[in-house]
């Protein structure tokens, strides 16, 4: 099947790679009249509309914006409840402490697999519906061996990019005794859930894990065949950038307090430093600046973190908007961030890009203009999606 999108106004390729940031370069690799020929299930060909190819199904863009999907690279979407109260309480002056994380678990742990999958899917539905076409999923609201067990074999089945969270918090059967759970993480939990997930993370903060339990987490993980991300710097400076920058992590996610050190430690690394600008808009939390670190030579990525505690969107023309606005991004820059640098954060070289050989995740906008998705914030601009070659919205 060869479906031809045509008369697209603005087409954003990212391509070719910019490793080198040369300064005033399109990170868009940005094409105007331009045409792309999907075939099966991957990107065929690229090029000017008027030396478009024959196809089975041609799509007028009739003059508007094509992107490629976004590439979501972290959520946790597999849990009960909600914390409506806890976000209506921060809205009027109480902070965001994790804490909060042990009452979704609470939640989660009584759910059933069919009430849990469900969730899942609605949230999945609705971030096609905004041009998401992968998303990462970490487990981490079970905090005991069964049920994180269930979290990973659910997300699994629904993307490939499926994160073994065990070490989100201690849990309050084990209150004061971190090790011991560490201990199950690393060894019965690990076991069970390994078969089901590409990636280990720990969220490496004061209240949570310590550098030293981090690093024995993430090496249990590597040890497994799991590749490392971690949380860290998102309540306070912490160790966990560098420690992630020695394990060669594939992505540092949150940094919403980062030390010049961490900075040139990432500009020197492979590590993406994925930004997360709906949690700092939720918690009101102060925005890291993403113009220091992308000046500084750090590749960034973004992504929406949906959770039911610190950012319970799932909107990533949302996120752009606000990357663009508080955390000082050209819209260039948030749009790749929101493609090629999620794609990034997850070592995918076939996804993030429109060009002939990488799938076909292909986003056409309602506007003429990428540039809406921040001067629109809020407004539902994603008029037709393709996943794989197939059209899904
Ligand atoms: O990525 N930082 C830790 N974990 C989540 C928050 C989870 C929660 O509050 O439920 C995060 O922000
Ligand atoms: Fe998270």
């Not at 070719?16 to 094409?31: F, H, K, N, S």
């Not at 997300?155 to 201690?170: I, K, R, S, W």
Request: proline content about 5%.
């Amino acid at each position: 099947m060869r479906i031809l999108i045509t008369n697209i106004g603005e087409l954003t390729t990212n391509t070719p790679a910019d490793p080198e940031r040369v300064e005033g370069a399109d990170p868009c690799g940005t094409l105007h009249d331009a045409a792309v020929l999907i075939e099966d299930d991957r990107i065929a060909w690229v090029g000017p509309a008027d030396d478009a190819p024959d196809a089975d199904e041609v799509v007028d863009a009739a003059g508007r914006a094509v992107i490629p999907g976004f590439v979501d690279s972290h959520s946790h979407l597999v849990f009960g409840g909600d914390r409506a109260a806890e976000f209506e309480a921060r809205m009027q002056g109480q902070k965001y402490a994790a804490g909060g994380i042990r009452s979704t678990v609470a939640a989660t742990r009584g759910a059933s697999d069919d009430e849990l999958r469900a969730r899942l899917r609605g949230f999945l539905d609705e971030m096609l519906a905004q041009g998401t076409t992968t998303v990462e999923i970490k487990s981490g609201y079970g905090l005991d061996l069964a049920t994180e067990e269930r979290l990973v074999r659910l997300a699994a089945e629904v993307t490939p990019e499926v994160t073994f969270l065990g070490a989100h918090v201690v849990p309050a059967e084990y209150a004061d005794r971190g090790d011991e759970y560490v201990d199950l993480v690393t060894g019965a939990m690990l076991d069970a859930c390994a078969p089901h997930a590409k990636w280990i993370d720990v969220f490496c903060e004061t209240g949570a894990f310590t550098v030293p339990q981090s690093r024995r987490v993430l090496e249990a993980g590597i040890a497994r065949g799991l590749q490392p991300r971690v949380h860290a710097s998102q309540l306070g400076p912490g160790e966990g950038v560098q420690l992630a920058v020695e394990l060669g992590a594939a992505s540092i996610d949150h940094g919403t307090y980062l030390t010049d050190a961490d900075v040139d430690a990432l500009a020197a690394s492979d590590t993406v430093l994925t930004l997360l600008p709906g949690v700092e808009f939720s918690t009101r939390q102060p925005y890291p600046d993403a113009r220091r670190l992308i000046d500084a030579g750090v590749t960034v990525a973004i992504a929406c973190d949906t959770n039911p505690g610190s950012s319970f969107t799932s909107s990533m023309p949302f996120c752009i908007a606000v990357a663009v606005r508080d955390m000082r991004m050209t819209v260039a820059e948030a749009i790749h961030a929101a493609t090629a640098g999620g794609a990034a954060a997850l070592r995918r070289t076939d996804i993030g890009a429109i060009a002939p050989g990488m799938r076909a995740d292909v986003v056409l906008l309602k506007s003429t203009s990428r540039v809406h998705l921040a001067y629109r914030p809020g407004v539902p601009l994603v008029d037709a999606v393709w996943k794989d070659g197939v059209r899904a919205v």
